[in-house]
């Protein structure tokens, strides 16, 4: 997905939030009601806050959404709870890229605190609207991680070189040239869900 598409999508989702939530409208009845009960010289004011009142709820409900940083790393603990069914099958980052013809960047090694990790297979994913790549790791004792990998952008400078803990799952984060990196597991106090909830394909 480029990023003119997601740009595109956003101010589509957020005008359509704006329309349905008819806050405007409500705002342009009330000072056109008001306005009818005001003497000539007093309209102008009253549509001078119209338009203020209108900026202030476009100000809220579509910019400032924008500028909040994004959750990546409550989502990326999203995606490892939903623990999806991998789509390609693979032990080699070459085959999982060729198997990934729609990602817009070259898949990197693991490296990082995925280094030590084993590759299983993987999919596709998406981290804050954009497209990524979710990377099915194991360690040497069978046991099970999940590694995000998507474009290094501005928005995700902030969620960089973090190890927390969320509903159970540990994630770490880090960036490597210009891909931004999310790993996954299940934190020790904290074990994987039975395979009968697992989500199934």
């Known amino acids: ?30 000072l056109e009601a008001e306005a009818a009960r005001t003497p000539p010289r007093s309209r102008r004011r009253h549509w001078l806050a119209l338009a203020a009142a209108a900026a202030a ?5 579509v910019v400032l959404p924008r500028l909040r940083s994004p959750d990546v790393v409550g989502e990326i603990a999203y995606n490892h709870r939903k623990d999806s069914t991998i789509t390609f099958v693979t032990s080699s980052i070459a085959e999982l890229q060729a198997s ?32 990524a ?20 952008k501005p928005r995700l400078e902030d969620q960089t ?15 490597s040239q210009d891909l931004f990196f999310g790993l996954a597991e299940w934190s020790d106090t904290f074990p994987p869900p039975a395979t009968e909830d ?4």
Request: glycine share 8%; hydrophobic share 35%.
């Open 161 to 175: 070189d973090q190890d927390t803990r969320v509903d159970g799952v540990r994630v770490r984060t880090w960036s």
């Open 100 to 131: 990934l013809p729609e990602l817009d960047f070259e898949l990197q090694a693991l490296n990082g605190p995925a280094a030590s990790l084993s590759l299983v297979g993987g999919r596709y994913c998406s981290i804050d609207g954009a497209i």
């Open 1 to 30: 997905m480029s990023d003119a598409n997601l740009q595109d999508q956003l101010s589509r989702h957020y005008a359509q939030r704006v329309a349905e939530s008819g806050a405007v409208d409500r705002l342009r009845a009330s």
């Open 133 to 152: 790549a979710q990377l099915r790791l194991e360690d040497g004792a069978g046991r099970h991680y999940t590694c995000y990998q998507t474009r290094r």
């Open 198 to 201: 697992r989500e199934v394909p």
């Open 57 to 61: 709820v476009l100000l809220t409900l």
